[in-house]
């Protein structure tokens, strides 16, 4: 039977690993951590429960479809709760917009803000709408292997004027800047600026609008662990906290891997959902160090600072996902992705898992986290031992002042996790929570492809190859990679 390995348990590792041992790979996943996950890595502390992230579900299609392939229904080991409103946006001076699947009351929202922004959002979605088919229904499970790949693509990426950013787009569509904000934010779900970030990506609102926004029961923490009781059901192996060490090459094959307890096994093929420039350094061949050193020139996203949080008493006018943006947009994307300091005025991230799902937190108990991006370990020397416990202390203030009054009367535990941390705990370059920035030039053809070009049974899965970052995206890379695995493998 041919044998093939995973590096890392994170979505795009598992939904990989259960495509290829669904198709009669005999699969092993090799985790370094104790848990599977990767970033949907969880801590359960005196009853809360507290998933590290991510937290927003969408497409739920693409999640069913890894049971599916063997007749099986998700249902049996993961329950997905609808969220509503999908997010609920605010501003400093007030202001409030909740985002959700209903019609009459966007327009409403919409029209108290701007009247000829009614219009202009339904043109947008019209534009969402295509993108969405083009960029994510067509595009978004093909691998990029050769740049006639990228060629045959682009009149229709120029047809969108893939080349113009999400906020440049979504302003041409609507006047009030609130909603322009409304509009582009998603893309800093995926580790994007909308200043800057492919007009392509507009499609997550098609997603969201057709799919909807979705929590599993217990935290996203359970969707993983359903995701590891079907790959096992099925026969895969999972080894935890044994981080791989080395990638061994024979001629022009990776042969074996080496992990740091001295473990070591002949793989026919490895998969990587591993950091990519991390991956090719563990290779012992030219093509890792070179590899490497021209990942080591290109952009990256940002990194996270995130503050877990428990509260006594409940919050039933705090929603599950509220977005707080700051007094400054442009400019603080500039200091998120240019700058080398920590933003006073921070956008923030707020989860709120206990009002979808009561049981993350003991009774008459409630569980958050507060998550701001941050710029990542190369843009400074931001020292995060001394900053973490003051920047906290600034995000819950802004969460009190503006969401939460009493927060801090009520506050039980709280701890942090943040670039340091990103590049520690989950081995990633610079800290960086989503590996390449997703630029036009970094996408497609020109990310890490899903087959090395030199490696040919060196495969790459998750944020950091073709689509990209978001669980969609690292759940749509398994299914390319998956494909060109069972075309190689079965050759």
């Known amino acids: 039977m041919t044998a093939v390995a995973v590096i890392g348990s994170g979505f795009g590792g598992l939904a990989l690993a259960i495509r290829l041992q669904s198709a009669g790979f005999e699969t092993t996943v090799i985790e370094a951590r104790d848990k599977p996950g990767g970033r949907a890595y969880y801590w359960n502390k005196d009853g809360h429960i507290f998933d590290a992230g991510p937290t927003v579900i969408t497409d739920p299609a693409c999640l069913r479809e890894l049971w599916e392939l063997t007749g099986a229904d998700i249902a049996r080991d993961v329950n997905l709760l609808p969220v509503s409103p999908f997010y609920r946006l605010s501003w400093p001076d007030g202001g409030i917009f909740d985002y959700l699947d209903d019609d009459e009351q966007l327009t409403r929202q919409i029209e108290a803000l701007e009247p000829r922004d009614v219009d202009g959002y339904r043109r947008f979605l019209d534009y969402s709408a295509g993108v969405f088919e083009e960029g994510y229904v067509k595009l978004g499970a093909v691998p990029f292997l050769d740049f006639k790949s990228m060629l045959r693509a682009a009149p229709q990426l120029a047809r969108y004027q893939a080349w113009r950013s999400v906020y440049s787009v979504v302003s041409s569509f609507v006047h009030n800047e609130k909603l322009r904000q409304a509009l582009s934010f998603h893309t800093l779900l995926v580790g994007g600026n909308p200043m800057t970030t492919s007009s392509i990506y507009a499609l997550i609102h098609k997603l969201e609008r057709d799919g909807g926004v979705w929590f599993a029961r217990g ?6 662990a359903g ?4 790959f096992e059901r099925l026969g895969g192996r999972l080894r935890l906290s044994d981080g791989v060490d080395r990638i061994k090459v024979e001629g022009s094959r990776a042969s074996t891997l080496v992990t740091k307890s001295g473990w070591q096994q002949r793989f026919d093929a490895i998969a990587s959902n591993a950091d990519v420039l991390r991956t090719y350094e563990m290779i012992d061949h030219p093509r890792g160090r070179k590899a490497a050193a021209k990942l080591k020139r ?3 996203s940002p990194s996270l600072f995130v503050v877990h949080f428990s509260s006594r008493g409940e919050w039933p006018d705090v929603p599950h996902h509220s977005i707080l943006f700051g007094p400054r947009y442009a400019g603080l994307l500039n200091d998120i992705y240019k700058g080398s300091a ?5 956008s923030i991230y707020l989860h709120h898992p206990t009002a979808t799902d009561p049981g993350m937190a003991p009774p008459g108990k409630s569980t958050f986290y507060a998550l701001a991006p941050v710029p990542h370990l190369g843009r400074g020397k931001i020292d995060w031992e ?9 995000l819950l203030q802004v969460i009190e002042d503006r969401m939460m009054p009493g927060l801090s009367e009520r506050l039980d535990d709280h701890f942090t996790f943040g670039p340091a941390e990103f590049d520690s705990e989950l081995n990633s370059h610079l800290g960086s929570a989503f590996s390449l920035e997703p630029t036009l030039m970094q996408s497609a053809y020109f990310r890490v492809h899903n087959r090395d070009d030199v490696i040919l049974n060196l495969y790459f899965v998750g944020a950091g190859t073709h689509p990209g970052a978001g669980i969609p995206g690292v759940v749509g890379s398994a299914k390319a990679t998956a494909k060109l695995m069972l075309e190689d493998l079965q050759a």
């Open 227 to 230: 995701m590891v009781t079907h």
């Open 298 to 300: 290109k952009s990256y």
């Open 219 to 224: 935290g996203t923490n359970r969707l993983i």
């Open 342 to 346: 920590l933003a006073d005025d921070p």
């Open 386 to 394: 001394r900053e973490s416990g003051p920047y906290a202390k600034r």
